[in-house]
């Protein structure tokens, strides 16, 4: 299941799936997103750190941990879905809500 989503600033098309858990557990709902420009980041929730990171150069420069590519998802340095919800939903199933918000929000 992959959603295709724009990038707000470049327009560029991306495609988002959602990886399985790594083994170590400490990240959470990865979305594997490769962008028609070629460019390829891994956005996840940091289970201990409690905020969503991503893989690209941006991310990992900033002192203030965001980047555009949180910004177009929505989730800017904030637990979302907040814990209890972690607890209750599949990641599968959020990501099927997440699809929805954001196809309906066009
Ligand atoms: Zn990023």
Redesign the pocket.
């Known amino acids: 299941m992959s959603l295709q989503m724009h990038d707000p600033l470049t327009g560029d098309s991306v495609s988002v799936s959602l990886m399985p858990s790594d083994m170590s557990k400490l990240w959470y709902f990865r979305l594997d997103c490769k962008s028609q420009s070629g460019k390829h980041?891994i956005?996840s929730l940091a289970k201990h750190q409690k905020r969503w990171a991503?893989?690209?150069p941006?991310?990992c420069r900033r002192k203030i941990r965001e980047?555009?590519?949180?910004r177009a998802l929505g989730l800017q340095n904030k637990l979302d879905p907040p814990e209890p919800i972690l607890n209750v939903i599949s990641p599968m199933r959020w990501f099927a809500i997440k699809a929805l918000l954001e196809t309906t929000d066009v």
Do not use: F, Q, R
């Not at 980047?67 to 949180?70: A, D, M, N, P, Q």
């Open positions: 980041y956005i991503c893989s690209c941006g991310y980047c555009k590519h949180l």
